[in-house]
Structures are given as C-alpha cells and as structure tokens.
C-alpha cells in the first residue's frame, strides 16, 4: 500500500488533476474548502483483493473510490458470501457517523482511494451544509440504484441478469469515458471483470455454468467480445442496454 499527502495551494494539486472531483463528494466544494479538506486526506492504492472494511470493525475513516471497483459483501453465520453491492469512482465509502461498519469492502481491482479520518469529515460536515448536501445526494442515489437492482435480481431472466451485469460495470467502470459516452463521443468500451466468475454468480443469484453460458450466447450474438478471460469489449453500448430487459 502506497500513501502520498495531499500538497497544499490555492486548490491542491490533486483535487485540481483529479478525474472524478465534480462529481463526488468534494464537487460541492470551493477552492478554500477543497483546501481545509486536504489536510487531513490521503491517497491510498490497494491491490485487488485487499480488504478495505471488515465486518462490524470500528468506523475510523471514510474514503472516496477514485478509481477501480469496490466489492461489498454480508458474511452469513455458517460463513456464506452474499456480494450486495459494487461502488465504483466517485462512490462514498462509509456511512457518515455510523460507530461500526455493518459490512465488509473488499478491492474488487486495483483501487485509488481518498481517504479522510472520521472526525476530520464529520466536522467539516458540520462547518459546510454543501459537503452534507453532497453527501445527501450520493446516498439517495445509491438506494435508487439499490431499488433498481432489486428488480434485475427479482424480475428479470438469466440473460438479462449478465447484461445488466455487463452494462453497470461499462458503464461506471470509468467515469471519464461514460461522460465521453452521455455526450456521444463514445459508442463502444473496453474492461477487464472486476469480479469471477463465482462472485458474478452470487451478485446475480445464477450459478456459475448458467453465467458463462449467457456470456457465451452474448458472446455468439456480437454482443460483447471476449479478449480474454477476463477483458471484454461492448462494441454497442446501445445493443447491449436492450439486451438488460
């Protein structure tokens, strides 16, 4: 794990070079704000596999993905595996002033993380109601999002369980290409898998032959092209959101 400060100026260099600032967190803050904020921030790298949250420990920091896919799961008592979310860039991590995590976060790939101390944020919550608003905002989202997913997992076919797999991860896998994509610049993306193929089965409630045959029959119909095990290539975005049901 690698750790670089924040440097400080009229806006810090980071916040000024970072992809995703408008629109996470930091986006409803000003240069000075931006500037109280990253003093107590850090940059963090962890490689896929690490354990980011572990179940029922101590809430000490929040962090903001910046890049790469965080896998949320709920561990059963028999020790069952229940994967319940992904968060990708500009995803919060955490729950603001919650005492213990209720889950575990886990780097689905290589992530980047800002990460911020707990009393640092939640004061800075309180001295900036737009940082609060923000926050509001990002987990309103995520339970629309939550909603939208119970109905994949509830109503939808095995097919479209894998697309609709397929197209959350285009399309949040990164975020400079999907505002290329909203804006028309991009008909077509690239990415590597953030979960396996066991993992997929478990987030969509399938089993492991019954995924790989659907992204066989993707495969077959020119949906999507399998560069390798892992990395795959949506030529048609379009052509794969009718395929979500």
């Known amino acids: 794990m690698e750790r670089q400060d924040i440097h400080n100026s009229d806006m810090p260099v980071l916040c000024r070079n970072c992809e995703v600032r408008h629109r996470g967190l930091c986006g409803a803050l000003e240069a000075g704000q931006l500037l109280a904020l990253s003093r107590h921030t850090q940059m963090v790298r962890q490689e896929a596999g690490s354990e980011l949250i572990a179940n029922e420990s101590e809430v000490h920091s929040y962090a903001n993905v910046m890049r790469g896919v965080v896998k949320l799961s709920k561990m059963l008592e028999d020790g069952r595996q229940q994967v319940v979310g992904l968060q990708f860039a500009p995803d919060f991590l955490g729950r603001i002033y919650a005492r213990h995590n209720n889950l575990t976060a886990e780097a689905a790939s290589d992530v980047e993380l800002c990460r911020i101390p707990k009393t ?23 339970l629309d999002e939550a909603r939208d997913w119970m109905v994949t997992l509830g109503r939808k076919t095995a097919s479209e369980k894998v697309a609709s797999f397929l197209w959350l991860i285009a399309t949040h896998i990164d975020p400079v290409t999907e505002a290329r994509r909203q804006e028309g610049l991009v008909e077509s993306v690239t ?10 089965a478990d987030f969509l409630g399938l089993t492991i032959e019954t995924v790989s045959r659907q992204l066989t029959k993707l495969r077959k119909d020119g949906v999507i092209e399998v560069v390798n095990n892992r990395t795959f290539t949506v030529p048609d975005l379009e052509r794969l959101e009718t395929r979500c049901g």
């Open 191 to 200: 990415f590597d898998l953030p979960l396996s193929r066991t993992d997929i």
């Open 120 to 142: 640092a944020l939640e004061k800075l919550v309180e001295e900036y109601p737009e940082l609060e608003h923000r926050l509001h905002e990002q987990a309103l989202r995520e």
